[in-house]
């Protein structure tokens, strides 16, 4: 049986829609006493998407989202 694309994502680490840590309020950084924290996580999305664009193939007009940044 083949797998679906969001079953790959998913093993990939990538969170799927409807996950409650996607509702989760993100925090900014607090520079620069945070600054090393902030590269960790840049690094970590960086390899994220490597994986990611290694195992799926995105056609034109498709590709990675993250929540919404609401005010």
């Given at each position: 049986m083949?797998?679906?694309a969001?079953?790959?994502?998913?093993?990939l680490?990538?969170?799927?829609e409807g996950?409650?840590?996607?509702?989760?309020?993100?925090?900014?950084f607090d520079?620069?006493?945070e600054a090393e924290d902030a590269r960790r996580v840049v690094a970590e999305l960086n390899s994220a998407a490597?994986?990611?664009?290694?195992a799926h193939i995105?056609?034109?007009g498709h590709g990675h989202r993250g929540p919404a940044n609401r005010h």
């Open positions: 083949a797998t679906s969001s079953e790959t994502m998913r093993s680490g990538i969170l799927q996950d409650a840590f996607l509702r989760q309020t993100a925090r900014p520079f620069p006493a490597e994986r990611v664009s290694a995105f056609g034109q």
